[in-house]
C-alpha cells in the first residue's frame, strides 16, 4: 500500500519537545532504529532514522533547546527581581568614637545587618514592552532556523536514497549487458569453430565484452560509495569490522509520480514558506526591537522597591538585639548625558536593521532564483523521462531484429554489437532521467517550502 509522508507534521511535533524542556522534564521515549543489515529501508524509514539520530539535526536541537535559555535572559527586564544581601563588620574598638554627652558610651564593635527586597520595574523607556516582543521573535526565529536544518538533511537524505537505488540499478543494467556480451562470445565462438564466421569476429565480441567490464566495477563502486553516504546521514557509526561494502538494503524503487506546478506560484509559495527568509524576517524584526531598547538610554528608568531589613542596635554591644521592620519606596536613575553612549547604541542598532532590511531582499532575490533554475531542471528531467518511455522496448526489439537478421545472413557482427550497446544506453538514460526526475522533484519542493511526499510500497 502506498502512504504518505508528511515532513511538516514531523516538524511541528519536533520542534515544540525542545521548548517544553524547560517545562517538561519527562523521560524521553526509548528510540528504536532499525538495523539496516536485518532488514530493508524504505525511504519512510530513512527520513524517520534521519529525524532521530543525524548529526545535524541533533546538533540543531540543542541550540534550539539553548535559544530557551536566550529568551529567559530577554525577558527578564519586565519580570520582577527578589533578592537577599546580608553584612557582618568588626572594628578596632580604639577607632570608635562616642557620643559627646555627660556620660558617653562607645558605639558596638560589631554589626549586622540582613534585607531582602522586591525590585519591579514600572518604565524603562519602553525597553520592557520591546524585550517582551523580542523574547517571542527569538522564539520563532529560532524554531524557523531549526526548520532549516531539518528540510536541508531530510532533502540529502532523499537525495542520497535516490543515488542508491541510481547504483544499484546501474549494477543490474551493466550485468545485463556482460549476459548479452557474453552470450554473443560464445555464439560467435560458436559459429568460428562451424567456419560461418572470421577469427576478427571472435577477437570483436572479446574486446567488447572486455570494455564493459569497467563499467560494472565502476558500477559497484558507486553502489558501495553511495551506501556509505546514506548510512553517514542516517548517523549510524559503523563498526570497524564492517568492510566497504556496507550491508544496507533499501526497499524503495525509482518511481515517477506526476507532479504539476506553475511558475509563478512556486515562486509565491517559496517566498511565503521557505524558513531562511522568515528567520531573516525575524531577524529584521528584532533589529527594530532593538532600536526601541538601545532609544531607552535617552529616558529615565523608574522601580518599586519593598523589602524587609533586620540589623543589630547601634546602641548595645549585644548582637542579640536587632532592629527589624519592613520599607516600600521608588528608585529612580536618569543618564542626563552619557558622552554619547546612547547616541552611539542608536547608531549601530539602526544600521543592523538596515542590514537586516538588506538582507531580507537579498535572500528573496537568491530564493527566487534558486526557484527559477531548479523549476527549469525539473521540466527539463521531465521531458527527458518522457522522451524515454518507449525507448527500452524499441532497443530490445532492435536487437532481437539484428540477431536475427545476423543469424539469416543479412547483417554483421557490427549492428548486433551496436543494437547491444543502444540497449545498454537505453536502460541507463532510462534509470538515470527516473533518478534526476525524482531528485529534481524533491529540489523543487524544497526551494518552494512545501513538504516532501514520497511513496513507498509495504515491507
Do not use: C
Not at 540589623?311 to 548595645?316: I, Y
Request: hydrophobic letters at 40%.
Amino acid at each position: 500500500m502506498n502512504l504518505k509522508i508528511q515532513t511538516t507534521a514531523l516538524l511541528l511535533a519536533i520542534a515544540p519537545l525542545a521548548f517544553a524542556a524547560e517545562t517538561n522534564r519527562a523521560t524521553p521515549t526509548k528510540i528504536v532504529v532499525k538495523d539496516f543489515a536485518k532488514e530493508p529501508i524504505s525511504l519512510a524509514d530513512a527520513l524517520d532514522i534521519a529525524l532521530q539520530q543525524n548529526t545535524s539535526i541533533l546538533k540543531a536541537k540543542s541550540d534550539l533547546e539553548a535559544t530557551q535559555g536566550i529568551i529567559m535572559q530577554t525577558r527578564a527586564v519586565a519580570l520582577p527581581k527578589l533578592g537577599m544581601n546580608g553584612n557582618y563588620t568588626a572594628r578596632d574598638p580604639g577607632s570608635l568614637e562616642t557620643f559627646p554627652t555627660t556620660r558617653p558610651f562607645p558605639l558596638p564593635d560589631q554589626s549586622w545587618s540582613a534585607n531582602i527586597q522586591l525590585t519591579q520595574s514600572i518604565y524603562e523607556g519602553g525597553r520592557v514592552k520591546a524585550a517582551l516582543r523580542a523574547a517571542k521573535l527569538t522564539k520563532q526565529q529560532s524554531i524557523a532556523n531549526y526548520d532549516t536544518v531539518v528540510a536541508d538533511t531530510l532533502l540529502a537524505v532523499r537525495v542520497a536514497y535516490d543515488d542508491t537505488l541510481l547504483a544499484g540499478e546501474q549494477i543490474a543494467v551493466q550485468e545485463a549487458s556482460i549476459n548479452l556480451l557474453t552470450k554473443e562470445l560464445q555464439d560467435t565462438r560458436n559459429r568460428f569453430e562451424a567456419g560461418t564466421v572470421p577469427k576478427f569476429n571472435v577477437l570483436r565480441a572479446e574486446v567488447e565484452l572486455a570494455n564493459a567490464r569497467p563499467r560494472l566495477i565502476r558500477a559497484r563502486n558507486a553502489f558501495r560509495i553511495s551506501k556509505n553516504n546514506l548510512a553517514n546521514l542516517l548517523g549510524y557509526n559503523l563498526a570497524r569490522e564492517v568492510l566497504q561494502d556496507v550491508p544496507m538494503q533499501l526497499s524503495g524503487k525509482l518511481e515517477a509520480e506526476p507532479y504539476q506546478i506553475e511558475l509563478p506560484v512556486a515562486i509565491g509559495k517559496a517566498l511565503e514558506r521557505r524558513t531562511e527568509l522568515i528567520a531573516l524576517r525575524k531577524t529584521e524584526a528584532l533589529q527594530r526591537e532593538n532600536i526601541i531598547n538601545q532609544q531607552g538610554g535617552y529616558k529615565p528608568s523608574v522601580q518599586l522597591v519593598a523589602g524587609y531589613g533586620s540589623r543589630n542596635s547601634s546602641f548595645s554591644d549585644d548582637l542579640t538585639r536587632d532592629v527589624s521592620g519592613w520599607f516600600t519606596g521608588a528608585q529612580a536613575t536618569w543618564n542626563i548625558f552619557d558622552g554619547g553612549l546612547t547616541r552611539g547604541r542608536v547608531i549601530e542598532a539602526e544600521a543592523r536593521q538596515e542590514r537586516a532590511k538588506l538582507d531580507v531582499d537579498d535572500a528573496s532575490r537568491r530564493i527566487e532564483l534558486e526557484v527559477r533554475t531548479t523549476y527549469s531542471n525539473f521540466i527539463e528531467s521531465q521531458e527527458v523521462m518522457e522522451s524515454q518511455k518507449k525507448t527500452v522496448e524499441q532497443a530490445e526489439e532492435a536487437l532481437r531484429l539484428a540477431e536475427a537478421r545476423f543469424g539469416a545472413g543479412t547483417t554483421t557482427q557490427t549492428d548486433v554489437l551496436s543494437a547491444q550497446t543502444a540497449l545498454t544506453e537505453a536502460r541507463t538514460t532510462q534509470i538515470q532521467a527516473l533518478h534526476d526526475y525524482s531528485v529534481t522533484r524533491a529540489r523543487l519542493e524544497r526551494a518552494i517550502g512545501q513538504i516532501i511526499e514520497v511513496s513507498h510500497g509495504s515491507h
